[in-house]
């Protein structure tokens, strides 16, 4: 049997991958698993009572249908109100405007706000000074904490099933990113958490889509996919992201999807048994082609239902541990110092 | 909660023994064959961690007495404490509730080790109600410690005991921890502390 972690959970808020402890994301990982059954009920009601009473509110300030849309399941299987809140202001809002609308969300007596924005660093600096639990969901091109986490609750759950081995770890699984590094918070939030959970991580794609300082995240880099995919246990596709094209990042469409496209072809160079991922939404033929995101070893559509447990892990350890409940209901004053002045 | 190895003294007694164990469990599943005619309705759910082997081995002797073995599932009830709601329990972390079978219409008879508070069975009669509507629910306990503090009580028992708050009943299963045992470790009260 399996020893409990030794951790709590103490934090206030779900700020991002990068500050927390191995230990915080195994807590977190394995407070899931109960949450997948919950989902999977067949007949009988698909929700448990953890967080009834409680109002969780979603603050999106950029499109998103998939993260809000499991953020809002989450909340409502955990039995908690919830209400959305979208904000067609894309441009720059100041830090100012923020806190006042915040403080009049929270004039409704919320208890969780999840906030996406374009800003990186938005949530963390509302939840510095504000009571509700904050949780990111994406910001910038930061972090999106709960994307990272979903992702490898998923490559755990396979790389168990795979072992045969019911407290299996990512130590030393080898994963690579393959695609636009650069402009995606989803990569930057997996390589925390994977390099915390002991995995290797490769990164290809693109010179000009790789990040500046690449070379310190603790990753190796190539832009040979070849080199990428020989070895890997996981081949991770992020998306493209178009409406970045114009800066010309790559010279044509045409030549990325002939250097860099997983398909049927280049998956030749990888084992049998290596699993597909995307965060989604896919660019059909463009960064994975269609025969590979819809073939045997794809588990995109399974990510996205892990989403909805993870995030109810991650509502139900915020409001529903002792240490962080008391973080919430005392912080406004040395929040307020924190930010000087 | 009190650490294994502090000061207070502390003695333990053996209150049940693996053959008295073994009898008490006979014991419960002849009168859970007695009590339910349609004995093929029954489905036996046990509370994780310890509730678990006791219901697959009631299954085991109610099959050698009935010839029919119920179906066994595990109930983790953690989703549904009222003390996470209520902020001062940890989200600790337990199994999961598993069973790949429908309580609708069916006698389920939840089994757990030790009966106390009997804040357990409420959550696990709320849980048991969300995965169906069965036609009625029983309970059946190893140990009845006293200090109830729900209007709950056992339609099955194998042994009775009065205890102190301060008191810690143990049950130890082989399948878990190598020996058959039920122990009880008096602790020293607080009032003594001190005194010694």
């Known amino acids: 049997m399996r020893e409990a972690p030794s951790t709590v959970w103490t934090r206030k808020d779900l700020i991002g991958i990068e500050d927390l402890a191995r230990d915080e994301l195994e807590l977190i990982l394995d407070t899931a698993p109960q949450f997948v059954e919950i989902s999977r009920r067949e007949s009988g009601i698909k929700k448990v009572p953890l967080l009834q009473g409680r109002l969780v509110v979603n603050w999106f300030h950029e499109p998103s249908t998939r993260t809000r849309?499991?953020?809002?399941?989450?909340?409502?299987?955990?039995?908690a109100d919830t209400l959305a809140i979208t904000s067609s202001s894309s441009s720059e809002v100041k830090g100012e405007s923020l806190h006042d609308t915040l403080a009049n969300i929270e004039a409704m007596h919320t208890d969780i706000i999840v906030i996406r924005h374009s800003c990186a660093g938005a949530p963390h600096i509302l939840a510095r000074r504000h009571r509700s639990h904050i949780v990111n969901a994406g910001d910038g091109r930061h972090e999106h904490p709960t994307q990272a986490l979903l992702d490898a609750f998923t490559m755990r759950r396979h790389v168990r099933k795979l072992r045969n081995d019911p407290d299996a770890g990512l130590d030393g699984l080898r994963v690579s990113i393959i695609g636009d590094v650069a402009n995606s918070r989803v990569a930057r939030s997996n390589i925390w958490c994977l390099n915390k959970l002991g995995a290797e991580v490769t990164l290809c794609g693109p010179t000009t889509l790789m990040p500046v300082a690449v070379d310190r995240m603790g990753v190796r880099v190539t832009s040979r996919l070849q080199e990428?995919?020989?070895?890997?246990?996981?081949?991770?596709?992020?998306?493209?992201?178009?409406?970045?094209?114009?800066?010309?990042?790559?010279p044509s469409i045409?030549?990325?999807?002939?250097?860099?496209?997983?398909?049927?072809?280049?998956?030749?160079?990888?084992?049998?048994?290596?699993?597909?991922?995307?965060?989604?939404?896919?660019?059909?033929?463009?960064?994975?082609?269609?025969?590979?995101?819809?073939?045997?070893?794809?588990?995109i559509l399974e990510q996205v239902s892990n989403g909805v447990a993870i995030r109810m892990?991650?509502?139900h350890?915020?409001?529903?541990?002792?240490?962080?409940?008391?973080?919430?209901?005392?912080?406004?004053?040395q929040a307020r110092q924190g930010l000087g002045s | 909660m009190a650490t294994q190895n502090d000061n207070t003294s502390s003695e333990k007694t053996v209150l049940m023994d693996a053959q008295a164990m073994r009898e008490a469990l006979e014991r419960m599943a002849r009168a859970i064959i007695d009590a339910n005619e349609d004995i093929e309705s029954l489905v036996l759910l046990g509370i994780l961690t310890r509730g678990r082997p006791l219901a697959d081995r009631l299954a085991d002797t109610i099959a050698e007495m009935a010839h029919f073995r119920?179906?066994?599932?595990?109930?983790?009830?953690?989703?549904?404490?009222?003390?996470?709601?209520?902020?001062?329990?940890?989200?600790?972390?337990?199994?999961?509730?598993?069973f790949d079978f429908s309580v609708d219409n069916r006698t389920v008879v939840l089994v757990?080790?030790?009966?106390?508070?009997?804040?357990?069975?409420?959550?696990?009669?709320?849980?048991?109600?969300?995965?169906?509507?069965?036609?009625?629910?029983?309970?059946?306990?190893?140990?009845?410690?006293?200090?109830?503090?729900?209007?709950?009580?056992?339609?099955?028992?194998?042994?009775?005991?009065?205890?102190?708050?301060?008191?810690?009943?143990?049950?130890?299963?082989k399948e878990i921890d190598g020996e058959?045992?039920?122990?009880?470790?008096?602790?020293?009260?607080?009032?003594?502390?001190g005194g010694e």
Not at chain 1, 69 to 79: G, H
Not at chain 1, 321 to 327: K, V
Not at chain 2, 83 to 95: M, N, Q, S
């Open chain 2, 70 to 98: 119920p179906p066994v599932g595990s109930l983790a009830t953690t989703l549904y404490r009222d003390d996470l709601r209520a902020g001062v329990g940890e989200a600790k972390l337990g199994g999961t509730t598993h």
């Open chain 1, 317 to 333: 350890l915020l409001a529903n541990s002792p240490r962080a409940q008391a973080a919430a209901s005392a912080p406004q004053t």
């Open chain 1, 69 to 79: 849309t499991s953020f809002e399941l989450a909340a409502k299987r955990l039995s």
């Open chain 1, 254 to 299: 045409r030549e990325y999807i002939r250097l860099f496209r997983i398909d049927n072809d280049s998956l030749r160079h990888a084992p049998a048994h290596a699993l597909i991922m995307h965060p989604g939404p896919i660019n059909r033929d463009l960064e994975l082609a269609t025969e590979v995101a819809d073939g045997p070893r794809s588990v």
């Open chain 1, 228 to 250: 990428a995919l020989e070895g890997a246990d996981v081949i991770y596709a992020l998306r493209i992201q178009l409406e970045r094209q114009q800066r010309g990042l790559f």
């Open chain 2, 180 to 193: 058959d045992a039920v122990l009880e470790e008096r602790r020293a009260r607080t009032t003594t502390e």
């Open chain 2, 112 to 173: 757990d080790d030790v009966l106390a508070a009997g804040r357990t069975i409420r959550a696990a009669l709320d849980e048991v109600m969300d995965y169906g509507r069965p036609r009625r629910i029983q309970l059946a306990c190893l140990v009845d410690r006293g200090g109830r503090e729900l209007p709950i009580q056992p339609d099955y028992l194998g042994w009775t005991v009065a205890t102190h708050p301060n008191d810690w009943v143990t049950v130890r299963l």
């Open chain 1, 313 to 315: 892990a991650v509502m």
